[in-house]
């Protein structure tokens, strides 16, 4: 009789994270340049942690909150879906959830059957895929267009549609290209999601990170896509609070006792401790967010700087949002992301993240973040100019 662990297909056809084998190589390299994690470096701002330890002396950590988060929380959610987003929200109508990722799991358990289809526009984040699998249900790529900037293909998402398309996933600013899609774009997705009678799930994790004047639409402020859109959002890099894991999201208030069926079996709520965190960052000074947003400019026009100096090897769009970048290598050796990120960091000690972690058409790129210090992304480009020039 066989001993083999009794693991589900669900979960073993899932392939292991292009990321995480970067992360784990990367930590064997000395004095690496460290340009792959999608991560804020900052710290979470002082009065953040201030209140959080002020609510574990209070004694008001060690229980339960609601599932849906506190009620204090919410409201102020509420407010900030208003002023940031023009969302019309209620209390009813959110969901606190452990980061952004529990929160579009949650989304995708309660709204995806097996077999049902998923559009995802790619290069993507690979963590969405992975959702859509572990719900059973199946991913189908859709190409966004490259020398557009990575803008949505609308006659390519025409013809993805099935009998069997049950919701589309949509990140704005994307990761990991930096997009930001138009809100002339989000408005004909939202036309199609209408007429197919399809769910968006959004990933709004940068909502904040926008640049060169362009602005984040969110679709929940479109009235008529009330039921058709869930909306995820994060304290994670608006606050610097990645590891706190508190993020929320908003939906029809019809949807929100399902998705909370599906979030219990995670979560069952949200850290309380981290929520009072979450409270004091949206109820206090909100300096951070435009101080991140100064540094993350800065250091986007420092890199695209750098790749301008090596326009033989890489050609790249400026991105609009995020703190995320995605050029092209040009050179023959580049059509293996992954062996050319290896040989990066093995000859170079530079950590990127091969492109094909975003799915078939993130080939033959990388993903570089430029939420780091200057000194960093002139430490990668020194070394990466040594290599190649
Ligand atoms: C697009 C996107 N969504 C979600 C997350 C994770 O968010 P959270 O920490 O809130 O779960 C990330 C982190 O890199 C991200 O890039």
Not at 21 to 31: A, G
Request: net charge negative; glycine share 6%; hydrophobic share 40%.
């Amino acid at each position: 009789m066989s001993t083999k662990p009794r693991i589900s297909n669900r979960v073993s056809q899932i392939p292991k994270s292009a990321i995480h084998e970067m992360t784990r190589l990367s930590k064997e390299v000395e004095d690496v340049a460290f340009l792959s994690w999608a991560r804020p470096t900052a710290g979470t701002p002082k009065h953040i942690g201030e209140a959080a330890i002020k609510a574990i002396i209070d004694g008001s950590v060690g229980g339960y909150s609601e599932n849906a988060g506190l009620v204090r929380l919410r409201e102020a959610i509420v407010e900030k879906l208003k002023r940031d987003n023009q969302v019309e929200a209620e209390i009813s109508q959110i969901l606190v959830t452990v980061g952004a990722i529990e929160g579009l799991s949650a989304a995708v358990m309660a709204i995806i059957d097996p077999g049902d289809e998923v559009l995802l526009f790619t290069p993507t984040y690979s963590t969405h895929i992975r959702q859509v699998v572990i719900a059973s249900g199946t991913p189908v790529l859709v190409p966004t267009i490259e020398e557009k900037g990575f803008a949505l293909d609308f006659d390519a998402i025409k013809k993805a549609i099935t009998p069997k398309t049950k919701a589309i996933f949509c990140c704005s600013p994307n990761n990991p290209t930096g997009t930001v899609f138009s809100k002339e774009d989000l408005q004909k997705l939202a036309e199609i999601a209408l007429q197919h009678n399809l769910m968006i799930i959004t990933d709004e994790a940068y909502e904040y990170f926008v640049y060169d004047g362009l602005e984040h639409f969110s679709l929940a402020s479109i009235p008529e896509m009330k039921r058709h859109v869930i909306s995820c959002y994060t304290f994670t890099k608006t606050y610097a609070m990645t590891g706190w894991r508190i993020g929320y999201l908003h939906a029809d208030e019809s949807l929100i006792p399902q998705i909370t069926k599906a979030h219990i079996p995670f979560a069952i709520c949200a850290p309380v401790v981290s929520q009072y965190a979450a409270l004091a960052a949206l109820e206090g000074p909100q300096d951070c967010i435009s101080e991140f947003k100064a540094h993350y400019l800065a250091a986007r026009d420092l890199m695209c700087q750098r790749l301008d100096q090596l326009d033989s090897i890489f050609s790249y769009h400026k991105p609009g949002g995020s703190y995320l970048m995605f050029p092209k290598i040009l050179l023959e050796e580049g059509r293996d992301s992954m062996t050319f990120c290896k040989d990066l960091l093995e000859r170079g000690k530079v950590s990127t993240t091969p492109g094909i972690a975003f799915g078939p058409t993130g080939e033959s790129h990388l993903r570089l973040s430029f939420c780091v210090s200057d000194e960093e992304i002139n430490k990668a480009f020194d070394r990466i100019e040594n290599l190649f020039l």
